[in-house]
Nanobody
Framework: VRLVESGGGLVQPGGSLRVACAAS????????MSWYRQAPGKERALVAT????????NYADSVKGRFTISRDNAKNTVYLQMNSLQPEDTAVYFC?????????WGQGTQVTVSS
């Protein structure tokens, strides 16, 4: 099982960034995928979740209207499009896969919002 996040970086307030999570080693198209984030000194928090077919999506209140989760089952990849980024969005962003009562995490990608 492997989850590899990419696309993080430094962006100015008000900017946009898209992070991706490439998956392998498990039935991706049958999995529920989530994005979490962990800011310095804080606990890891759920950002967004998407079901296996993309039919159900949920967001944390803090990102509603600004972030969009999506998936491409043909590419075994889940995305998080982040718009109107603010300094409080600075965190390490992790993807999580859940399938058949199993869970796996990626290693994370750093997103820093700063002028």
């Amino acid at each position: 099982v492997r989850l590899v996040e990419s696309g993080g970086g430094l962006v100015q307030p008000g900017g946009s960034l898209r992070v991706a999570c490439a998956a392998s080693g498990f039935p991706f198209s049958s999995s529920v995928m989530s994005w979490y984030r962990q800011a310095p000194g804080k606990e890891r928090a759920l950002v967004a979740t998407i079901t296996s077919d993309g039919g159900s999506i949920n967001y944390a209140d803090s990102v509603k209207g600004r972030f969009t989760i999506s998936r491409d089952n043909a590419k075994n990849t889940v995305y998080l499009q982040m718009n109107s980024l603010q300094p409080e969005d600075t965190a390490v962003y992790f993807c999580k896969a859940r399938w058949s009562n199993r869970v796996s995490w990626g290693q994370g990608t750093q997103v820093t919002v700063s002028s």
